[in-house]
C-alpha cells in the first residue's frame, strides 16, 4: 500500500510552490488532486503529462520550458528567506483556516475567473504577525481607486474605529479606498494586512511604498504569487476570493457599475459572510456598483457607520448600535391624554379648562389632572385667565 507523503515536509512545501508556479492559486484541478494524493505526488503527474484538464496540460507545458519547477520551487524559497518572508502551507499552525471555505465556494458566471477559486496550496508571508491571529478578528475595508473625498471620509472612520476596538482591517493595498483602510489602521496603531496580487518583494501600486513597508513592520504583507511576480490584471480578480474568505465580513465604500471590489463582494455573499455596503449619493458614478449590489442582493446589509458594522461582525451583544433619533423634545415622554391637552393649549394668549376639554375632546376632569402634571413638567403655566404654553 502506498503511504501519503506528510503533508508537513518540506518536499510538501517545495511542491506547492512548484504548482502554484505551474498554475495560477486557485485552481480547481490541482486543488482536488493534492487533496487526493498530496502536493508531491501532484507534481510529478502533471510534470510526467497525466494531466486531465487542457488548459492545465497547455499551462503545465509552457511553464516547464521556462525551466525545471523543482528547481525554481528551490529558488524562490532562497528568495524568500532572504526577503525576511516566509512560506506558509496548511500544515503549519498559523494558516488561516477560515480560507479552507474556498473548497466548497460556486460562484456564478463562467470563465476561469470564476470557476478556479479554490483554496491557496501556500502562501507568502512578510511580517511578524502569525496569519491565524491576524485574521481571527478581522473586517475587509475594499472600494473604488478614484474614490471621492466623502469615500475617503467614510472609510478613515470605518477603519480608524474598527483599528481602535482591536479588529484587523484587510484591504488589497490599492490606490483610493484600500490605502485609506490601510493608512487608517495604522494611524490608530492597530492591525492591518494588505493581501497582494504580485510577489511581496514588489508591491503595487509602487506609489504605496512607504505605506507597504509600514504594513511589513507593524502589519501583514500575504500573497498568493512568489516573489517577483508581476501584478497582472486577472490576479487581483483571483486575490478577491481570499480577502473575502479569510475575513468575518467585507465593507464596500465606494465602487462604479464594473469593480473588482463589487466581485470581492460576489465572493463575500458566496460564503455567507457579512456583506456591507455604504450607500452614497445617487449622482455618484462611484457609488452606482453599491447602490447596485443592495438592489440585487438581500444578503447584503447597508450601514452608515462604524456602529453598524460593528453590530454585524462582533458577536451577540457584544456592540448594540443604538437607533438614530432626532433631539429628545420635553414632551416625547408624555402620555397620551397628557399629548392631546398640551396640543390643545394656544400657541399664544390662554385658554380655559373648559376649552382645551371641548379642543382635547376629554372630560374637563381629566383635563384638569393633565394640567397639573405639565405643569409639574414645566410645560405650562397657569395664570389668571387660563393656561398658557411655557415659551
Known amino acids: 500500500m502506498t503511504e501519503t507523503p506528510d503533508p508537513g515536509t518540506e518536499a510538501d512545501r517545495l511542491a506547492r510552490v512548484a504548482l502554484t508556479w505551474l498554475g495560477e492559486p486557485g485552481n480547481r484541478t490541482v486543488w482536488q488532486l493534492v487533496q487526493a494524493g498530496g502536493a508531491e505526488a501532484t507534481l510529478a503527474r502533471l510534470l510526467r503529462g497525466d494531466v486531465p484538464e487542457s488548459a492545465l496540460r497547455t499551462a503545465v507545458i509552457s511553464r516547464s520550458a521556462a525551466g525545471d519547477p523543482r528547481r525554481l520551487a528551490e529558488i524562490a524559497l532562497r528568495r524568500t528567506e532572504r ?4 512560506v506558509v502551507v496548511p500544515s503549519d499552525p498559523e494558516w488561516p483556516t477560515t480560507v479552507d471555505t474556498l473548497a466548497t465556494l460556486e460562484v456564478d458566471g463562467g470563465g476561469r475567473i470564476n470557476r478556479d477559486v479554490r483554496p491557496p496550496l501556500c502562501l507568502w508571508v512578510r511580517g511578524g504577525w502569525p496569519l491565524d491571529e491576524a485574521f481571527a478578528r478581522s473586517v475587509a475595508v475594499v472600494g473604488a ?4 473625498n466623502y469615500g475617503l471620509h467614510v472609510t478613515n472612520d470605518l477603519a480608524y474605529g474598527l483599528a481602535e476596538r482591536e479588529w484587523t482591517v484587510v484591504s488589497g493595498g490599492a490606490f483610493g479606498i484600500d490605502a485609506a483602510a490601510h493608512r487608517a489602521a495604522l494611524s490608530a496603531g492597530g492591525l492591518t494586512v494588505a493581501v497582494l496580487a504580485c510577489g511581496v518583494d514588489r508591491p503595487y501600486p509602487m506609489g504605496n511604498a512607504a505605506m507597504f513597508e509600514q504594513i511589513a513592520d507593524s502589519g501583514v504583507l500575504m500573497s498568493e504569487w512568489p516573489p517577483g511576480s508581476e501584478p497582472l490584471r486577472h490576479r487581483f480578480l483571483i486575490r478577491n476570493r481570499v480577502i473575502a474568505a479569510a475575513t468575518a465580513g467585507t465593507v464596500l465604500v465606494e465602487a462604479a457599475a464594473r469593480s473588482g471590489a463589487v466581485q470581492t463582494m460576489s465572493r463575500t455573499i458566496a ?5 456591507m455596503v455604504v450607500p452614497g449619493p445617487v449622482t455618484s458614478a462611484m457609488s452606482v456598483g453599491c447602490h447596485e449590489l443592495l438592489r440585487k442582493y438581500p444578503e447584503t446589509t447597508l450601514v452608515t457607520g462604524l456602529p453598524h458594522v460593528l453590530d454585524e461582525v462582533g458577536k451577540i451583544g457584544e456592540y448594540l448600535a443604538e437607533v438614530p433619533r432626532g433631539r429628545e423634545r420635553p414632551h416625547d415622554s408624555l402620555d397620551e391624554e397628557s399629548a392631546l391637552v398640551l396640543e390643545a393649549v394656544p400657541r399664544r394668549g390662554t385658554a380655559g379648562p373648559e376649552e382645551l376639554a371641548t379642543k382635547s375632546g376629554l372630560g374637563v376632569r381629566t383635563v ?5 402634571l405639565l405643569e409639574m413638567a414645566g410645560l405650562v403655566v397657569r395664570r389668571n385667565d387660563g393656561v398658557a404654553l411655557v415659551r
Do not use: D, E, I
Request: proline share 0%; no cysteine; charged share 35%.
Open 83 to 86: 526577503l525576511g518572508a516566509r
Open 271 to 275: 460564503l455567507n459572510r457579512r456583506a
Open 145 to 148: 481607486r478614484a474614490a471621492t
Open 368 to 372: 384638569l389632572r393633565r394640567l397639573s
